[in-house]
């Protein structure tokens, strides 16, 4: 599944894998968060639910313009640099295009989440 996330100024579009957690995750679109940097490798904000990792493997490691789901937070996890395995994480999807610019938008900012044709 193609969406889009859109911030006030950019537009920036990902594919969702076919896993539980993504198809949770689309379910929940459209939606609206505000996104903060995390430890200057990723961009996360909290999920209004818990998403099914069923079937998921025990962790992953990230690689820039990857969307994931950390789950023992809960949270949207939007890596910007790559980042070691880490129990827990599991993989929605990935960015098309623009990380780079997506990662440029510094402190708290809203992002919406749709779906994309």
Do not use: C
């Not at 459209?30 to 209004?48: F, H, R």
């Not at 098309?96 to 989440?113: C, L, M």
């Amino acid at each position: 599944m193609k969406i889009r996330l859109t911030t006030d100024t950019d537009s920036f579009d990902a594919t969702l894998n076919n896993s539980a957690a993504a198809r949770d995750f689309a379910a929940l679109l459209p939606l609206t968060l505000t996104l903060t940097d995390y430890a200057g490798t990723e961009k996360v904000s909290d999920l209004p639910q818990k998403l099914s990792t069923t079937g998921a493997p025990s962790g992953t490691a990230a690689q820039a313009g990857d969307l994931a789901y950390y789950a023992p937070w809960g949270n949207l996890a939007i890596f910007h640099k790559d980042f070691r395995h880490s129990e827990g994480l599991v993989k929605l999807g990935a960015f098309t295009s623009g990380i780079d610019q997506f990662a440029a938008h510094d402190g708290a900012f809203g992002v919406t989440i749709t779906t994309a044709d």
